[in-house]
DNA sequence: CGTCTCCAGGTTTTT
DNA sequence: CCTGGAGACG
């Protein structure tokens, strides 16, 4: 499509679309319903920007997911045809390393400073712990890197209860600041605080981003839209659904809509309400599930489709026969609609539910993607290879180099670097120039032999420097995990099975080749090491190129699926104490509606035809727990849906059931049978 | 002093 | 199933 006058604009959308499409200068507010059009309204408008005269440096458009991201800057291509080299649309965090990236010397770090994910940050607080006499036993990592996280976002204050991790938390911060990194959260805060010390910078940006754009605007946080409201002059618009609210537990707070109407004054609001995506059925099984919520912009989605097929809900015995259940549906109809693969989604709320269904695709011969899930790029020995390029690129980023000084082993162990630490905490250095002094005196702090151990990983990183610059990243990086024997170390590590060995070098090898893949994309016209490492922590998972997901059936958890859309949908493990989730139900009411916003977000997904299923019994840890079916279940129109009743083998149940209670009540003396 | 082995615990959702 | 930690062993 060449040109996007007004006139193929007017035929193309509704007259709600158009007129969000047309109206470039002033902010705006369009509330989107769910299926309303409102990625293509979104991409419109850039292109029809674009189409005026706009230039694409002047464009700044913010999404929440990286996925979301690529998308739209595809649609846009698409559309326009047109290179996009001085576009900018980003998650907000990746924009926020760019500006970091740039100005960040302002505020006292070096520009080669690492990005600290939720492993890296909580080894971080274990390590400041330790130094500051935390025992184990009140040294709770993962709750203490949430408070962290809350107290830097402004979402928790010092107060009674936890003033005892004051001290450790400014003991964070500065090892933060001394081995030149920052954490997810720093990415947001600290631009803030950049702009704000820093007028001049503000003004830089302020004038280049003249026209602004964030989608799904309800999932904003305080710090999210205060980073927006001080880029921003006049020309913002926003799109979102307070129904679709659904990361409230990250700092989402959808009241950022009426505050967008305080602070943007003449704003004008603009409401997408027809759905074109599901059926009349899918969508007032939406609906009645969605109006059970007290705290909401009333509003009428409507549909122009015909009422297609019943819901079905299904009751499988346990998660393998729901895997199963799912595997077989697909298969069958595959064949008998003539779909791809690709059109299905299977939906869970929790990433521990995909084990089963994967087994079931695997044994069925149906291929699929999981997005979401255990993070490749937390798989240890991709972290191991991630480590060494970052203490490449930043020596002083102790959490990395403690990670690999000694791995592969090379006989450094915590003896020695415990002189190290000592050495560091007493000259308020990195370790690195811990290590670099220490090598340096000629007295025996250190044996002869350490010393040529260390010798030997300092040559391993100086020697690889050339990684940062230059051409040929991944060709490098196979070298190095040649050079440190990786190889070698897995078949070492994984005695037991070979097959384990292979299967982590094969990940090795994946990562090589994403490099490549990414250093030979001609839009990249930087490939160095920075940029490299920039965009992988920001990637949470391995969320690989829409092209290589063709045929392949998509599955992922609720919040993944949000803005996209498949003609058949699952969804899986509809149980309370799942969806909602048990954690919910404890925290009160409000968070039970987030829950119910999450189950509105799942069915809206389908098009066409929609399953639900939930599991009568479900293993959860080592036991076997009786579920009940989810309380949203009932808040469907009971005419819309065909229930189908648990399988008939209840004999068989019941004889299972005996024997289970028989098993329980042996069990209790000794751990055996 | 470093390495290996065995054992317990598992964390909702994501950048 | 997989990871991280404690403690035994060489």
Sequence with gaps: MAA????TLKKELNPEQYRA???????????AGAGSGKTRVITFRIAHMLDIGIPQSQILALTFTNKAAREMEERIKDLTQKKLQNLTVSTFHAFGVKILRQEITALGWRENFSIYDETDRNSLIKETGRELGFTADN?????IGNLFSNIKCGRKTW??????YKQLYEGYQAGLKLYNAVDFDDLIVLPIKLFRENPEILQKYRSRFKYIMIDEFQDTSHQQYEFMHLLADKNVAVVGDDDQSIYSWRGADYQNIVNFEKDFPGMQEIRL?????STETILAAANGVISHNTNRKEKKLWSGN?????????????????ASFIAESIQGIAMEEKLKYDQFGVLMRANTQSRPIEEAFLEANIPYTMSGGTSFFQRKEIKDVISYLRVIANHDDDVNLIRIINVPRRGIGRATLEIFNDYALQNHCSLWTAITDLMAMPDGVLSDKTKLLIQEFLDIIEGNTSMISGKGLSKKVRNLVEEINYWDYLISDNPKSEKAARFKYLNIEHLIQSIETWENNPDNYDANLYNYLNRITLLSRDDGDDENNLGKVNLMTI???????????????????????????EDGEGNVEEERRLFYVAITRARDKLFISSCQKRRKMQATVECTPSRFLDEIPPNLVEYHEPSQVVSDDKAQDILARMAEMFKAPEDQI
């Design 4 to 7: 996007l006058d007004l006139e």
């Design 21 to 31: 499409v047309t109206t470039v200068d002033g902010p705006i507010l369009i509330i």
């Design 139 to 143: 040294l709770d990592v993962y709750k």
């Design 159 to 164: 107060n009674g209860e936890n003033d005892m």
């Design 273 to 277: 309400e027809q759905n074109y995506r």
């Design 306 to 322: 015909d009422s297609g097929k019943p819901i079905e809900i299904f009751m499988p015995d346990n998660e393998t026969d729901e």
């Design 559 to 585: 919040h993944a699926s949000k803005g996209l859309e498949f003609p058949v949908v699952f969804i899986a493990g509809a149980e309370d104490g799942l969806i909602p989730h048990a954690r919910s139900i």
